[in-house]
């Protein structure tokens, strides 16, 4: 068993689609053990995405993950990591398979719905970043 972190980026809440995204993880055997919604911080999205701050697209990355609400979480199953970038498709919604997060429902590469994490070290890194252990509740 293992964990991923994930967030259901703004443009998703704004449109009300934090249930349909949740349906999917979970009829693909993802289970949510930890989950909030919350508005990031300036600081906190610069930190988040810190690995990204040379790239010419940061600064509109980390507007658009302020801009409005976020849900973070903590998702728990078999091959968690893989699993869901599986399940979120590619970066870009217009390279996304059919039936993916992301192309069901992102409106473009910046605006793409959803982040998890891409390895075991980023993910134990992303959980920290948000949730205490105490939080966890697998
Ligand atoms: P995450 O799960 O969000 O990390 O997506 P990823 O691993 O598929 O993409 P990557 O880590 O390369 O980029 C992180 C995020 O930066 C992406 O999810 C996009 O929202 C954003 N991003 C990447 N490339 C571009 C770009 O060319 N323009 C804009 N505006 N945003 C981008
Ligand atoms: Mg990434």
Do not use: C, W
Not at 14 to 31: D, M, P
Not at 32 to 46: G, Y
Not at 47 to 57: I, L, M, N, Q
Not at 75 to 103: D, F, Q
Request: hydrophobic residues 45%; aromatic residues 8%.
């Amino acid at each position: 068993i293992e964990r991923t972190f994930s967030i259901i980026k703004p443009d998703a809440v704004r449109r009300n689609l934090i249930g349909k995204i949740i349906a999917i993880f979970e009829e693909n055997g993802l289970r949510p053990i930890a989950l909030k919604k919350i508005h990031m911080t300036r600081a906190q999205a610069e930190g988040f995405y810190a690995v990204h701050k040379e790239r010419p697209f940061f600064g509109e990355l980390v507007e658009q993950m302020i801009a409005s609400p976020v849900v973070v979480q903590v998702l728990e199953g078999e091959n968690a990591i893989l699993k869901n970038r599986e399940i979120m498709g590619a970066t870009n919604p217009a390279n996304a398979a059919e039936g993916t997060i992301r192309k069901l429902f992102a409106l473009s590469v910046g605006e793409n719905s959803v982040h998890g994490s891409d390895a075991p070290e980023t993910a134990a890194e992303e959980i920290r970043f948000f949730f205490n252990d105490d939080e966890l509740v697998g």
